[in-house]
């Protein structure tokens, strides 16, 4: 069992979790996709999260879910969609601008289990941190 004393959170989703019934395939995709954007995969004992990513290996499979990544730019959204290609995954729309709202930039791929993964970047913007960070209490 892996041990942290820090936490990193988002603001919004607290978790989301997958169980798949090609965890190995799984494992290399996401391993794939998240070191492009930067957040690392932490791997326990027959699972792996990142962030508010929680993935198992199962059955029943939770089925198609939709997820989307933050990206920091452009380029990363190009490079997420090419490091997925290339660890198994299966297009679902190329890297490139949606009519959602201004500046909304992004690409789909569908994972080896068939989930919907996008990462997007939502135009120019400035963070006010880069995560929430929870740490164990002193």
Not at 21 to 43: H, S
Not at 47 to 62: C, H, I, K, N
Not at 85 to 91: E, P, Y
């Amino acid at each position: 069992m892996v041990e942290l004393s820090e936490w990193h959170r988002g603001r919004l989703i607290d978790h989301v979790s997958l169980v798949v019934a090609d965890y190995d395939a799984c494992r290399r995709f996401y391993a794939a996709v998240l070191a492009v954007l930067g957040v690392p995969l932490v791997e326990g004992d027959g699972y792996f999260f990142a962030d508010e990513l929680f993935v198992s290996p199962g059955e029943p499979t939770t089925g198609r879910a939709h997820l989307a990544f933050q990206a920091r730019d452009e380029d990363m959204v190009r490079r997420f969609h090419a490091a997925a290609l290339a660890a198994g995954g299966r297009d679902n729309g190329a890297p490139g601008p949606r009519s959602y709202h201004p500046g909304y930039y992004a690409a789909f791929v569908l994972d080896p289990e068939g989930n919907n993964i996008e990462a997007v970047t939502h135009g120019p913007h400035r963070r006010s941190a880069p995560s929430v960070v929870m740490s164990d209490a002193d």
